[in-house]
């Protein structure tokens, strides 16, 4: 085993129990520091996680030597600046999706860790899991025949109307949420797309908030793709369909498969279920990310994946009607204001 990683923890974020603590007490990496807009849900956070240290502000994790990657649950709004701040600090990042509130913050991250020569890595978790493996292996084993088609459908009831992710100014909607996965997990499994047409509802009281979109996606070869998110739907639904000319496969839960560790194979020999076990993703992705910081191992994702997949997102937004989110404000990010639910 490699020497644990040291993190440090940017806010005290729901994600983060899940995302970061969990996997890090089952791995035995460290939780160095962290800190929050409020001190005392930071200490209870320390406190409740086992976290090392509690530190004043986002700037003093930042500067803590013993923190060598910094976890970012942030406000959407906030993911941009606040990985920028850390690779500038020289600091390793492994942000929450998505990765900035648009293309442009994304590619300033980009050129900025170039230059500090450190690793910036965006929280896509499903891709780390034996069901997304074993997705791309049915593409690519011919199976299922010549690629066809993609579909993905992301859907979730709706969350309170003043939730953080109905809210412009921290870069909220359907698509930012929802939508970065079912672009995300298309680009993985064909290529990079051009957007064919989008449409998309605003959600009531909040404008330019997309409550739902959906994108008609063309790739290489004529393969075709339809992303769908609407995060105010009766139900969940987290699915990916891949169609060929001799089959077809769907994983029930390719984001979050140790709710849902199916993938239902559909060929001319009839149907199978195939589990493929469920192991949190999340510790899959905190140990690809030790193995990678710490041993060289390759890693499927990186800073220039995060930019197109921002760069798709916009394009999308342009594509259905809707304003790409705006960027943070510029100057130091501070995240005061901001912070009420995180």
Same mark, same amino acid.
Not at 12 to 28: D, K, L, N, W
Not at 128 to 146: C, F, I, T, W, Y
Not at 196 to 225: C, S, Y
Not at 319 to 326: D, I, L, T, V
């Given at each position: 085993?490699?020497?644990?990683?040291?993190?440090? %923890?940017?806010?005290?974020?729901?994600?983060?129990?899940?995302?970061? %603590?969990?996997?890090?007490? @089952?791995?035995?990496?460290?939780? +160095?520091?962290?800190? *929050?807009?409020?001190?005392?849900?930071?200490?209870?956070f320390? $406190?409740?996680?086992?976290?090392?240290?509690?530190?004043?502000?986002? *700037?003093?994790?930042?500067?803590?030597?013993?923190? &060598?990657?910094?976890?970012n649950?942030? *406000?959407?709004?906030?993911?941009?600046?606040?990985?920028?701040?850390?690779?500038?600090?020289?600091?390793?990042?492994?942000? &929450?999706?998505?990765?900035?509130?648009?293309?442009?913050?994304?590619?300033l991250?980009?050129?900025?860790?170039?230059?500090?020569?450190?690793? %910036?890595?965006?929280?896509?978790?499903? +891709?780390?899991?034996?069901?997304?493996?074993?997705?791309? =292996?049915?593409?690519?084993? #011919?199976?299922?025949?010549?690629?066809?088609? %993609?579909?993905?459908?992301?859907?979730?009831?709706?969350?309170?109307?003043?939730?953080?992710?109905?809210?412009?100014e921290? $870069? #909220?909607?359907?698509?930012?949420?929802?939508?970065?996965?079912?672009?995300?997990?298309?680009?993985?499994?064909? #290529?990079?797309?051009?957007?064919?047409?989008?449409?998309g509802?605003?959600?009531?009281?909040?404008?330019?908030?997309?409550?739902?979109?959906? *994108?008609q996606?063309?790739?290489?070869?004529?393969?075709?793709?339809?992303?769908?998110?609407?995060?105010?739907?009766?139900?969940?639904?987290?699915?990916?369909?891949?169609? #060929?000319?001799?089959? =077809?496969?769907?994983?029930?839960?390719?984001?979050?498969?140790?709710?849902?560790?199916?993938?239902? +194979?559909?060929?001319?020999?009839?149907?199978?279920?195939?589990?493929?076990?469920?192991?949190?993703?999340?510790?899959?992705?905190? &140990?690809? +990310?030790?193995?990678?910081?710490?041993?060289?191992a390759p890693?499927?994702?990186?800073?220039?994946? $995060?930019?197109?997949?921002?760069?798709?997102i916009? @394009?999308?937004?342009? $594509?259905?009607?809707?304003?790409?989110?705006?960027?943070?404000?510029?100057?130091?990010?501070?995240?005061?204001?901001?912070?009420?639910?995180?």
């Amino acid at each position: 085993m490699s020497e644990p990683l040291r993190i440090g %923890v940017l806010g005290a974020a729901r994600i983060s129990g899940s995302a970061i %603590v969990e996997p890090a007490h @089952a791995t035995g990496d460290r939780l +160095v520091a962290v800190a *929050a807009r409020d001190p005392r849900r930071a200490a209870d956070f320390a $406190a409740e996680h086992g976290v090392e240290r509690v530190v004043a502000s986002y *700037a003093d994790v930042l500067a803590d030597p013993e923190v &060598e990657i910094v976890y970012n649950p942030l *406000a959407n709004s906030l993911h941009g600046p606040w990985n920028l701040a850390a690779v500038r600090a020289g600091k390793h990042v492994l942000s &929450e999706k998505p990765f900035a509130g648009n293309a442009e913050e994304a590619r300033l991250v980009r050129d900025a860790a170039a230059d500090a020569g450190v690793t %910036v890595l965006e929280g896509f978790h499903y +891709v780390h899991h034996p069901v997304m493996r074993r997705l791309l =292996e049915l593409v690519s084993s #011919g199976e299922l025949g010549a690629l066809r088609r %993609v579909e993905s459908r992301f859907t979730m009831p709706a969350p309170p109307d003043d939730d953080p992710r109905w809210q412009w100014e921290l $870069a #909220g909607g359907a698509l930012m949420d929802l939508g970065c996965y079912a672009l995300h997990c298309q680009r993985m499994l064909v #290529g990079e797309p051009r957007v064919v047409a989008a449409t998309g509802e605003e959600r009531a009281g909040h404008p330019g908030i997309d409550e739902r979109i959906t *994108a008609q996606l063309a790739f290489a070869g004529g393969v075709t793709g339809e992303a769908h998110c609407d995060m105010a739907a009766d139900d969940w639904c987290i699915t990916c369909r891949v169609v #060929g000319d001799r089959g =077809e496969a769907t994983a029930m839960n390719v984001v979050l498969p140790q709710r849902d560790d199916r993938i239902v +194979v559909t060929t001319a020999d009839g149907e199978r279920t195939e589990h493929l076990g469920t192991r949190s993703t999340y510790l899959y992705q905190l &140990e690809a +990310v030790r193995a990678h910081l710490h041993d060289g191992a390759p890693f499927p994702l990186d800073v220039d994946d $995060a930019v197109a997949t921002a760069e798709l997102i916009d @394009a999308v937004y342009r $594509a259905a009607g809707f304003s790409p989110r705006p960027s943070a404000t510029p100057g130091s990010p501070d995240g005061e204001g901001n912070m009420a639910r995180r």
